[in-house]
């Protein structure tokens, strides 16, 4: 069962930047869209960005203007560049993506990477 891989989590300062990562964690086909959640202690997972299959980015309000959403087709991979950060986007980073695996598309989650950021 193929799975996703987040990497790049950590402890930064307020205002500082990170880059999560995600792949596959065995060969596949090809990769469609992608989008990233999170979940702060306590509270709901929440939406943070996508980007479809084609390229198209959509962000939440709470993170537009400071984080970058992309995928790399060739390399099937994805990230999402997270500058000025602040405390309230402490929490566990998690990728979503729809992938085709022999010959089937379907969507498959990553298991998360902490993200703390101190004030």
């Known amino acids: 069962q193929v799975q996703l891989v987040e990497s790049g989590g950590g402890l930064v300062q307020a205002g500082g930047s990170l880059t999560l990562s995600c792949q596959a964690s065995r060969r596949i086909s090809s990769i469609g869209s992608m989008a990233w959640y999170r979940q702060a202690p306590g509270k709901q997972r929440e939406w943070v960005a996508t980007?479809?299959?084609?390229?198209?980015?959509s962000y939440a309000g709470s993170v537009k203007g400071r984080f970058t959403i992309s995928k790399d087709n060739a390399k099937n991979t994805g990230s999402v560049l997270m500058n000025s950060l602040r405390s309230e986007d402490t929490a566990v980073y998690y990728c979503?993506?729809?992938?085709?695996?022999?010959?089937?598309?379907?969507?498959?989650w990553g298991q998360g990477t902490q993200v703390t950021v101190s004030s």
């Open positions: 979503e993506a729809t992938m085709k695996t022999a010959a089937a598309w379907g969507t498959y």
């Open positions: 980007i479809s299959d084609n390229g198209m980015t």
